[in-house]
C-alpha cells in the first residue's frame, strides 16, 4: 500500500498553505480505523491541498495514492475518497477549459492521471457499494474519452436501467448531458437519448423530469413553453404521492453564546448554512431547468407557480428560495411570484414560512403587493403564540416571526411596532430591530428614547458592538429626530476618545443627516478631520460640512487628506467637493483632470462628476465621453452615472441611446446587480428620458 509514496518530495511541493509536507500522513490518516481522525484527514486535505476547489502540484500528485485508495476494500470511507478524486479531475478539467492559453502543469497532470485510469473509474460505476457508484458516475462523463466518448455513451445508456436509487438515475442523466456539452462527436446521440428518457413511458417521472431539464440545458435556444409545460405536467404527476408534511427535519441550529461573536454574524453563518440546504430531490433538477431558461421570466414563473404549489413541504420551500433568485437577477413584473410567495407565510411548517417572509424582506423593494400578507400574518401570530413572540423560547418561530416583523418594517408599517417594542424593551435580538426601526420615522416619539437608551448602555469595548453600531445610529439618523443627538454625540466622543474606528465613523455619518442641528459635534467633526485613520477623516470632512462648516475649511481638509492619501480622496469626497460648488481650490481641480485618465473606471466616474458640478456646460463633452466609457466597462457604476445625467438636463442627450438600451436589458445592473440599486437606476433612467421623449 502506498508504494512510492515517501519517495516523492512532497515538502517541495506547494499548497494553499505552503509546503505539502503532511500530504503522506493525510492518505495514511484517510484509511484510519479511527472516524475522527479519518474526517480531520479529509478536512485538512479540503482545506490546504485542495483549497477551494483548487488543484495544486500535490493535489494532482496525491491523486495515484487517492485511486489505491478507493480500490482497496479496507479503506473504510471509499465513497469519499472517489467523490474527492472525481471532484479533483473536474476542477482541473474546467480550470483548463477557462485558461487554455496558459494551463498550470498540474491540471494537466490530474487530468490525464485520470483519463489514463479511466478503466478503474468505470469499474467504480459498477461497484457493489452505492455510494461508490453514486460519487464515480460523473466521471464517465468527465475521463472516458475512447472513441470521441462514445463508449461513455454507452456506459451511461446501460447504467440507467441498472441503478435501482434515484439520485444514482439522475446522476446518469445529468452525466449524460454534460457529455454532450463537453464533446460534439456524441453531442447529438447524447441530446436524442436525453430526449427519448424524457417521454418514455417505462421510467418514474423524476428520473423524465430529469432528463427533460438536461436536454434543455444542452439546448436552451430551442426551449419554449412546451418544455415547462412538460415540466409542470411532471411535477402535477409527482405531486399525486408527495407528503403534505415534513418527513425529515433539520436540527435547530445552536445559538453561539460566545460574547465576543456579534449576533449578526452568529444569523450570517445560520443563514449560509440554511441557503446551502436542499430539501427535494427535484430541487437540482429544477435549477438546471431555470439556468437553461435564463431571462424567461414568464416561463419560469410558471414553472415556480407548480413548484410553490405542491403539496410537498420541501418542493415549496426550495422554490421560494428559486423564486428569490429569480426576482433578484431578472426584470420584469414579480407581482404574481410575489403574491405566491407570499402565501407561503401561511404553510403549517415554520421553516417555509421564515423562508417566505426572509424572501419577501430581501426583495422589499418590489415586494410592496405582499405588504397585507405580511401584516397578517405578523397580527396572526401574535395572537396564537402572544405577543412576546419576538422572544419566544422556539427559536424556529422566533426566526419565523422577527423576520416577518422586519419584512413589514422595511415598508414603514407600523403593525411591526409592537413587535420591534419587545425586542428593544426585553433586549433579545435587538440588533434585528435596529436594522429596521429607521423605517418607521412616524413612531420616533417611542422608537427614539428606546433606541438612544440602547446607545448609552452599549459597551464600546466588546468587539460585536463595533459590528452592531452602525445599524443602531443608522437608525436613529434615519428617524430624524433631533432629540437623538446627544446620545449619537457622547458615543462619537467615546469612540473617538478609545479609538473605536468603525463606532466613531458611524457616528459621524449618522450626525451629517442632522446638519445645523448637531452643531455640537462640530469642534470634534473638525478635530478628527486630522484623525489617522483614513476612514474617520473621510467621515468627518463629510460631517463637517453637513453641520455647517465654513467652505474654506472644507476645502483645506479635503486639499490636506489629497496631499497625504493621494488620489484616494476624489472616489470618497470628491462627490462633495462637486456640492459645495465653484469656486475650487486649483490643485484639487488638476487633481481631478488628472484622474479623467485613470485606469480604475469609478476614479475615473468621481473625477467627471465633480467637474460637471462644478464647471457645467464647458465640461459636457468630456464628462460624457468619461461617464459613459466607464459605464460600459463597468456597469455598477451606472446609478452614479444616471443621477449625474438627470443634474446635466439637456446636456445629457447624447447619452439617450445608452440609457434607452440599459433600460431594455433583461437582468439586473446598476450597483451589485441587487434588486433595490437596479430598481433605482431605472426609475432615474426613466425620469432622464423622459425629459427627452
Known amino acids: 500500500m502506498f508504494t512510492g509514496l515517501d519517495d516523492i518530495d512532497w515538502a517541495s511541493m506547494e499548497h494553499a ?15 484510519s480505523a479511527d ?9 485538512e486535505f479540503y482545506g490546504a491541498v485542495y483549497h477551494q476547489n483548487s488543484v495544486y502540484e500535490p493535489t494532482a500528485a496525491s491523486l495515484p495514492f487517492l485511486l489505491e485508495l478507493a480500490c482497496d476494500p479496507g479503506t473504510p470511507d471509499r465513497a469519499a475518497v472517489v467523490e474527492l478524486i472525481v471532484g479533483i479531475g473536474d476542477d482541473a478539467m474546467a480550470s483548463l477549459d477557462h485558461r487554455t492559453d496558459d494551463p498550470l502543469p498540474a ?44 463508449r461513455a455513451v454507452a456506459l451511461l445508456r446501460d447504467r440507467l436501467p441498472a441503478e435501482d436509487g434515484l439520485v444514482e438515475r439522475l446522476a446518469v442523466v445529468e452525466a449524460m448531458a454534460t457529455l454532450a456539452l463537453r464533446l460534439a462527436a456524441v453531442s447529438e446521440h447524447a441530446r436524442t437519448w436525453l430526449a427519448t428518457v424524457a417521454v418514455d413511458p417505462d421510467a418514474d417521472a423524476q428520473t423524465r423530469l430529469a432528463a427533460l431539464a438536461q436536454h434543455t440545458r444542452c439546448t436552451p435556444d430551442s426551449a419554449g413553453r412546451e418544455v415547462v409545460a412538460a415540466a409542470v405536467e411532471l411535477l402535477e404527476e409527482l405531486a399525486v404521492d408527495a407528503p403534505s408534511e415534513r418527513t425529515w427535519r433539520h436540527p435547530t441550529p445552536e445559538t453561539a453564546t460566545t460574547q465576543d461573536v ?19 430531490y427535484t430541487t437540482r433538477t429544477l435549477r438546471t431547468l431555470h439556468e437553461a431558461l435564463a431571462e424567461r421570466v414568464a416561463p419560469r414563473s410558471e414553472l415556480l407557480t407548480a413548484q410553490l404549489r405542491s403539496p410537498d413541504p420541501g418542493t415549496r420551500l426550495d422554490a421560494i428560495r428559486m423564486a428569490g433568485d429569480l426576482m433578484k437577477d431578472w426584470r ?26 426572509a424572501v419577501l424582506d430581501a ?29 419566544d423560547s422556539d427559536l424556529e418561530l422566533r426566526r419565523a416571526h422577527q423576520t416577518a416583523v422586519c419584512g413589514l418594517a422595511r415598508f414603514g408599517d407600523v403593525r411591526a411596532l409592537p413587535s420591534l417594542l419587545v425586542a428593544l424593551d426585553g433586549g433579545v435580538d435587538a440588533w434585528r430591530a435596529f436594522q429596521v426601526a ?60 478609545d479609538q473605536h474606528r468603525d463606532s466613531t465613523v458611524a457616528a459621524l455619518n449618522a450626525l451629517a443627516p442632522f446638519g445645523p442641528a448637531a452643531a455640537d459635534a462640530l469642534p470634534l467633526a473638525r478635530r478628527l478631520t486630522k484623525a489617522p485613520e483614513t476612514r474617520v477623516r473621510i467621515a468627518a470632512i463629510r460631517t463637517l460640512h453637513a453641520l455647517g462648516g465654513a467652505r474654506d475649511e472644507v476645502h483645506a ?59 457645467g456646460e464647458p465640461e459636457t463633452q468630456t464628462v460624457l465621453d468619461t461617464l459613459l466609457r466607464a459605464w460600459e466597462e463597468n456597469s455598477s457604476t451606472a446609478n452614479h452615472i444616471v443621477a449625474c445625467l438627470d443634474r446635466m438636463g439637456a446636456a445629457a442627450e447624447p447619452a439617450m441611446p445608452t440609457l434607452r438600451a440599459a433600460l431594455a436589458l433583461a437582468h439586473r445592473d446598476g450597483w451589485a446587480r441587487a434588486i433595490e440599486s437596479d430598481e433605482e437606476l431605472q426609475r432615474y433612467t426613466r425620469r432622464v428620458l423622459a425629459k427627452f421623449d
Request: charge should be negative.
Open 438 to 497: 429607521g423605517r418607521l420615522p412616524q413612531e420616533s416619539p417611542v422608537l427614539v428614547p428606546r433606541l438612544c437608551g440602547h446607545l448609552r448602555d452599549a459597551d464600546l469595548t466588546r468587539s460585536w458592538f463595533e459590528g452592531t453600531a452602525p445599524a443602531l445610529m443608522d437608525a436613529l439618523s434615519r428617524l430624524g429626530d433631533a432629540s437623538a443627538v446627544p446620545a449619537i454625540v457622547d458615543t462619537l466622543v467615546a469612540a473617538a476618545r
Open 262 to 280: 456579534p449576533p449578526q454574524v452568529v444569523a450570517a453563518f445560520d443563514h449560509l448554512e440554511r441557503s446551502n440546504r436542499v430539501h427535494a
Open 332 to 357: 420584469g413584473d414579480h407581482t404574481p411570484l410575489v403574491l405566491l410567495v407570499a402565501e407561503q407565510l401561511g404553510a403549517r411548517d415554520r421553516e417555509v414560512a421564515a423562508e417566505a417572509a
Open 17 to 31: 498553505y505552503g509546503s505539502a509536507e503532511e500530504v503522506p500522513a493525510l492518505l495514511r490518516s484517510m484509511r
Open 557 to 615: 481638509a479635503i486639499v490636506e487628506l489629497a496631499e497625504s492619501e493621494g488620489d484616494y480622496w476624489i472616489r470618497e469626497v470628491g462627490d462633495l467637493l462637486g456640492r459645495i460648488g465653484p469656486p475650487a481650490p486649483p490643485v484639487l481641480v488638476t487633481h481631478l483632470r488628472e484622474a479623467l485618465t485613470d485606469n480604475y473606471e469609478w476614479q475615473r466616474v468621481h473625477a467627471a462628476t465633480a467637474l460637471w458640478d462644478l464647471f
Open 35 to 43: 472516524v475522527k481522525e479519518r474526517n480531520e484527514a479529509f478536512g
Open 107 to 150: 491540471w494537466l497532470d490530474a487530468v490525464a492521471e485520470l483519463r489514463r485510469r479511466a478503466d478503474t473509474l468505470v469499474a467504480f460505476t459498477g461497484d457493489p457499494d452505492l455510494c461508490v457508484r453514486r460519487a464515480a458516475i460523473p466521471a464517465l462523463a468527465l475521463f472516458v474519452d475512447e472513441g470521441g466518448g462514445a
Open 363 to 391: 426583495c422589499h423593494a418590489i415586494a410592496e403587493p405582499a405588504r397585507e400578507a405580511l401584516g397578517a400574518h405578523v397580527a396572526a401570530q401574535r395572537v396564537e403564540y402572544g405577543p412576546d413572540v419576538w422572544a
